[in-house]
């Protein structure tokens, strides 16, 4: 949530200045990625809490990061 809060922050203080080219860069580059990294941390920790953290739950969990190249 920190690292989500500062870039709109950022972003809001290059719009308030008008710093078009750091809003760009912002926004259809870093503040995607973040955003997305942010989702599939927090989705990872949820569903580990789900099963268990162990045994077949995890193994499952496991199979699907590995397939979706999620966490690299």
Do not use: M, P
């Not at 922050?9 to 955003?35: C, M, P, S």
């Amino acid at each position: 949530k920190d690292v989500n809060s500062s870039l709109l922050k950022l972003a809001q203080v290059a719009a308030n200045n008008q710093d078009k080219h750091l809003l760009h860069t912002l926004k259809n580059g870093h503040l995607n990625i973040k955003v997305k990294t942010i989702y599939n941390v927090v989705r990872g920790a949820t569903q580990l809490q789900r099963v268990g953290g162990e045994g077949l739950g995890l193994y499952l969990l496991d199979q699907d990061l590995y397939e979706h190249k999620r966490f690299q």
